[in-house]
């Protein structure tokens, strides 16, 4: 069981080039599921694929964007 806390975001993650897809805040969220060796839910796969080209493997779950808030359309 995890529970919330800190955010360690592992130095591997934290020393890649900040680019137009992998920003600060998503190398804080990634990078501390890297550090605790957990997978990333994410439907962010733009940062999924240039974490990918830099040839970097980090353990996620992909899923289809959805949204959080308002109703569903029939």
């Known amino acids: 069981v995890m529970q919330s806390g ?3 975001p592992s130095a591997r993650v934290m020393d890649l080039c900040e680019t137009g897809n992998i920003k600060s805040k998503n190398k804080v969220v ?3 599921g890297d550090s605790f060796q957990a997978p990333t839910l994410t439907a962010n796969l733009s940062f999924v ?3 990918r080209q830099t040839g970097m493997a980090l ?3 992909e899923h289809k964007p ?3 808030m308002g109703e569903k359309c029939s």
């Open 30 to 32: 990634f990078g501390t």
């Open 49 to 51: 694929r240039a974490i």
């Open 59 to 61: 353990s996620i779950l």
């Open 66 to 68: 959805r949204a959080l």
């Open 6 to 8: 800190t955010d360690t």
